[in-house]
């Protein structure tokens, strides 16, 4: 018997679709579209023989889904850290210190134009807390130089974090003593068959 997909079923299997897009994350991009077509393609198919409901049923947990997507692409090593990612997210945090930076010290220069409209000789700028350290503007005529305002070591450790965190290189550690202990109970039994 077939049935009609209302507006209600389309939008149960598209968050249904959607949920499992946000678990294949790890997958590559052309990856995970195929599967999200793949998938909505299935559950409208089946929604349209057995209902949304079933459908959904038969589908089974979405979690379990992206899990078996993940080991067929990955096999046992399973999720690998994301390089690309991490060194986008470093130089995020790099980029968006130098603005910071940059700006302080042209809004320094400004001031001490206002200040003065012929300024001469050297001025001292403390920098951004934690940021960057202090930096010395010269004013020679009409034009100005500055030297130092360089990243405190705080800036280098929150790009080292954010590549860290960004490229999930925790991924690299070796599976916890659970994982090592439910695998090596299972070989015996595997032996013996």
Not at 32 to 37: D, G, I, Q
């Amino acid at each position: 018997m077939a049935h009609t997909l209302t507006a209600i079923d389309r939008l149960r299997i598209e968050y249904a679709v959607w949920r499992l897009d946000s678990l294949l994350h790890d997958l590559r991009w052309r990856s995970r579209v195929a599967k999200r077509r793949e998938v909505r393609a299935n559950l409208h198919a089946a929604a349209a023989d057995v209902g949304t409901t079933e459908a959904l049923r038969q589908l089974g947990g979405v979690r379990r889904l992206a899990a078996e997507y993940l080991a067929a692409e990955y096999g046992d090593w399973g999720r690998r850290p994301t390089w690309t990612t991490g060194a986008v997210c470093m130089l995020v945090v790099q980029f968006g210190s130098y603005a910071l930076i940059e700006a302080g010290r042209s809004a320094f220069t400004a001031g001490v134009l206002a200040a003065h409209p012929q300024p001469q000789g050297t001025y001292h700028w403390a920098g951004i807390p934690y940021l960057s350290d202090d930096a010395t503007v010269t004013f020679t005529g009409a034009g100005h130089s500055s030297l130092g305002g360089a990243y405190t070591p705080l800036v280098y450790l929150g790009m080292l974090a954010a590549f860290v965190a960004g490229g999930r290189l925790w991924r690299l550690l070796p599976p916890g003593r659970r994982h090592q202990a439910t695998t090596m109970s299972a070989e015996p039994a595997e032996r013996t068959r």
